[in-house]
């Protein structure tokens, strides 16, 4: 078999390598899959001995998308502009190439699982880390009519718009803080970690109207705290990050293997866990 590891840490929860062994199980790709927690103080040495064992391919997670973005000796442009990398692969040549299949992996997930169209549709994006600068270029790239980033430090949400202003077209794109956002948007993506601390963005409930689609970039079993805020001021499409996290990882198996697994079929198997 292949080996392949998603690299993190914490690793422990992770259920990339459940994800992953679903869909060489699927495919009848001669896929091993396994989660290795790197040291804090290493992750290069970790990524380097993987390959040297002979491991094919990588996923990374928290916290080191930006050092695995650093080590590798190229990147897809998409992976540049988000200054992150969760996916690792040794060309034929024994270079490390980089890409980020977090922001396709969102939009999949809406456009094609939830059939939300975001053409000419205004999103309202919650947060302004590396999980927001990961989506911001694929959802720009699906030309909405406005995205707004609405961050706590307002000067990160700037720093954002100004990176990926040459990336925005016809799409008004703009940065404020939660106190400012006082319309209803057709989509608000929820990309902060306050969730983590159970802790809500503090934003008007005017953002709600009954036809805004919710979706949460955060997972667990029970509905997200954000969802739940959501939920209680009359929204009545709340999504969860669940099927962008099999849709990231079904980009990061095509981009191995040549092969995209049905996500549905998983999706499901996953929600029965
Ligand atoms: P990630 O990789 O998850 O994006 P990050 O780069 O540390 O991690 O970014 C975390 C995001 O969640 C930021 O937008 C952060 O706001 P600040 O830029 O103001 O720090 C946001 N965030 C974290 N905790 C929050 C809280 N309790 N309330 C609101 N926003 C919060």
Known sequence: NDLYAVVGNP?????SPRIHSLFARQTGQPVEYTAIQAPL????????????RGGKGLNVTVPFKEQAWT???????EAEKAGAANTLLLDSDGLLTADNTDGRGLVTDLVHNHSVDLRDKSILVLGAGGAVRGVL??????????????????????ALVKLFRPDAGATTLSACGFEDVADRFDIIINGTSASLQGDLPPISPNVIGTDTVVYDMMYSLT??????WALDQGATRV???LGMLVEQAAESFRI??????????????????
């Open 41 to 52: 103080d290493d992750f290069a040495g970790t990524v380097r001995s993987f390959f040297a």
């Open 239 to 241: 999504l969860d990050g």
């Open 11 to 15: 690793i422990s929860h992770s259920k």
């Open 223 to 228: 509905t997200t705290t954000f969802n739940q």
């Open 256 to 273: 191995w293997r040549g092969v995209r697994p049905d996500t549905a079929a998983v999706m499901e198997e996953l929600r029965n866990d």
């Open 71 to 77: 080590l590798a000796d190229q990147r897809t442009p």
């Open 137 to 158: 270029g694929p959802l720009l790239a699906e030309r909405p009519a406005a995205l707004t980033i609405a961050n706590r430090t307002v000067s990160r949400a700037e």
